[in-house]
């Protein structure tokens, strides 16, 4: 394998482990569920994602050809993670979840903008 090929996979392992960590620590630290929800629907995809294009690149070139396993997993995964999130979401506006003021600057009890 050479060099440069290395170094690819390993900025792609490496973007994918910084999108993951700041997806979870997004997870962990925000203040309400909805801003708590982009942080493994937004962040943690692109960091699953970075790790698979990563592997793809790396056993397509040990010779085993293109792996139809990771591309499946690809698919998959940046399908049903926006469709999770928007249903999930749209469950918690529909049991009225209690929400930070400054998440949308609108309350969406009333529809008035919030002053600031």
């Not at 909805?34 to 790790?51: C, D, I, S």
């Not at 749209?90 to 309350?107: D, F, G, I, P, Y």
């Amino acid at each position: 394998m050479s060099f440069a090929l290395e170094v690819l996979i390993s900025v792609l392992l490496f973007a994918g482990a910084c999108f993951a960590l700041v997806g979870s620590i997004g997870l962990a630290r925000l203040q309400d569920f909805f801003m708590r929800l982009h942080g493994p629907t937004k962040a943690t995809t692109l960091g699953v994602g970075g790790v698979i294009v990563g592997s793809i690149i790396f056993f397509s070139n040990q010779g085993q050809g293109l792996s139809l396993h990771e591309l499946l997993i690809a698919l998959f995964l940046f399908i049903t993670a926006p469709v999770s999130a928007h249903i999930v979401g749209k469950a918690a506006l529909h049991m009225q979840l209690a929400c930070e003021e400054r998440t949308r600057n609108v309350s969406w009890r009333d529809g008035k903008k919030n002053s600031d």
